[in-house]
């Protein structure tokens, strides 16, 4: 059904879905905001054969900032093509990276608690996974903006997200792999420490809680410690390698 205020005051009258579709599907295209959020809808939307529709006859976006909510909203093709006539895009592998990151932290939860313990602390748990989520946002986006900063605005924002994904998950597979092989670092400090400060404030807070971390799979262990290790060094840096130095001490170990 159609709502629509007219001279003659407000009329209403049924649309085909076919109907419906074609215009909300061009809603992106042309109505006018400061932040479009796409939280839905059907995949590519945008893509490289419309996304000058997104842009108005003096080329100025319907909305000068995206953050895609939605995974897959917007194509490459066009992400880049929109990029390049000024709009900013915050692609989904960050704006979405919370989602995944909570469903995490359920898992810990099964494991750690039982049903009427979850629902006895659900407050305090889900508050402190929240501020969790927050901190990683925070952390994602300042990294975003200051890389882009440094590149001297050069650099597309979707191209920056896209080398903190690759990043991150290089570090994540070489530290679980490693984590897996020698499971028995994970409950030795500092390796304990760094597991402590990725579990929510009220598990770390509540001996009975704390305690039964000893006792979960070594393979939620590593993975634990990977994540917890691999977005440390990517956000907050200081673990820059000397590759050249690491070369020049191993050949010459070899052929020296």
């Known amino acids: 059904r159609r709502v629509e205020r007219t001279g003659q005051g407000v009329v209403e009258r049924w649309v085909t879905m076919d109907e419906f579709h074609k215009e909300f599907d061009s809603l992106p295209f042309s109505v006018k905001a400061d932040l ?147 499971r028995e670092l994970a409950l030795a400090r500092p390796f304990r420490d760094a597991i402590m400060a990725h579990l929510p404030a009220f598990v770390r807070e509540h001996p009975k809680f704390r305690g039964r971390v000893r006792n979960l799979p070594p393979k939620y262990l590593a993975a634990i410690l990977a994540a917890e290790i691999a977005t440390t060094i990517v956000y907050r840096g200081g673990f820059e390698r000397n590759l050249e130095g690491d070369l020049r001490s191993y050949l010459g170990r070899m052929f020296g």
């Open 36 to 182: 479009f959020i796409p939280a839905g809808g059907r995949p590519e939307t945008i893509d490289g054969s419309n996304w000058k529709r997104y842009l108005a006859e003096d080329g100025a976006p319907s909305a000068p900032v995206i953050v895609e909510g939605a995974n897959s909203f917007i194509t490459p093709e066009a992400r880049g093509k929109l990029q390049e006539s000024g709009t900013v895009i915050l692609r989904d592998a960050s704006a979405n990276k919370c989602g995944v990151i909570s469903s995490s932290y359920e898992i810990i939860a099964n494991l750690l608690m039982s049903e009427r313990e979850f629902l006895d602390h659900k407050e305090e748990y889900v508050r402190d996974v929240l501020a969790i989520l927050e901190k990683r946002a925070g952390d994602e986006a300042e990294l975003i903006f200051r890389r882009r900063k440094d590149s001297g605005g050069k650099t597309p924002y979707t191209e920056i997200s896209n080398a903190l994904s690759w990043e991150i998950n290089g570090h994540y597979a070489q530290l679980f792999d490693f984590f897996r092989a020698r």
